[in-house]
């Protein structure tokens, strides 16, 4: 099982408020990921990393930002939430290209986020 | 963007019985990747499939790799009711300037009736 640790779990906060979601991984995977998720639906890629200092947007358009600058870190930033951010957003990690081919990414628990 | 269509996109079924579900698309795939997801858990990977034609087993688990690398199937025998969940198929498009991105189904919603 993979050792990739999500925090908080639940965050309820009001319109307008800074919010940091934290992802860390033990693994040393130099690969890591941000989806979001409506409950029930697809996940949406928001946000990638293939190493440290370097961030990629995803296919899902998101007011959030992303920094990596160790590589077991990856947290995710709203500077302003609103309630469209209201949402699960799960981090994933993924060890790089082995002779398997492309490593399977691991998830986080995720963080289930309503913003008021 | 790439699409997957999953399905059936939800199950009723009694314990015992035998489940399958597909993705397919219509763009070619390097890596098929089955995940199942829990309420309020984050996806956990069941069977990661690398190469066309490929059929790997998991415990009860069956997933292929489709031979024109656009399909997966898996399948679920004697269904217990700990199988209640919500199964993704993700797949990675072929390397696009050293991008690698997971592509996912919209999920095959499992329930089990004792």
């Known amino acids: 099982e993979a050792d990739i640790y999500q925090t908080p779990r639940y965050l309820v906060i009001g319109t307008g408020k800074k919010i940091t979601l934290e992802c860390s991984q033990t693994?040393?995977?130099?690969?890591m990921y941000w989806y979001q998720q409506d409950p029930g639906m697809e996940l949406h890629l928001i946000h990638y990393?293939?190493?440290?200092?370097?961030?990629e947007k995803g296919d899902l358009s998101s007011e959030s930002t992303v920094s990596r600058i160790r590589t077991e870190h990856f947290p995710l930033t709203l500077e302003s939430a609103r309630p469209s951010h209201t949402s699960q957003y799960l981090c994933a990690s993924s060890d790089s290209q082995g002779l398997e081919g492309n490593q399977p990414q691991h998830f986080g628990d995720g963080t289930r986020l309503s913003i008021l | 963007g790439q699409q997957l269509n999953q399905s059936p996109q939800s199950m009723f079924i009694q314990e015992g019985e035998d489940v399958s579900m597909n993705c397919t698309s219509s763009s070619i795939f390097n890596t098929w990747l089955w995940y199942k997801q829990d309420p309020g858990e984050g996806p956990v990977l069941l069977i990661a499939?690398?190469?066309?034609?490929e059929l790997t087993s998991n415990g009860r688990l069956t997933a292929q790799f489709g031979i024109t690398r656009k399909d997966s199937f898996l399948n679920i025998s004697a269904s217990i009711p700990s199988d209640v969940g919500i199964y993704f198929c993700a797949g990675t498009l072929p390397s696009q300037g050293g991008s690698e991105k997971l592509v996912f189904g919209k999920g095959t919603k499992l329930t089990v009736n004792p």
């Open positions: 499939l690398y190469k066309a034609g």
């Open positions: 693994m040393g995977h130099d690969k």
């Open positions: 990393s293939y190493g440290v200092n370097s961030t």
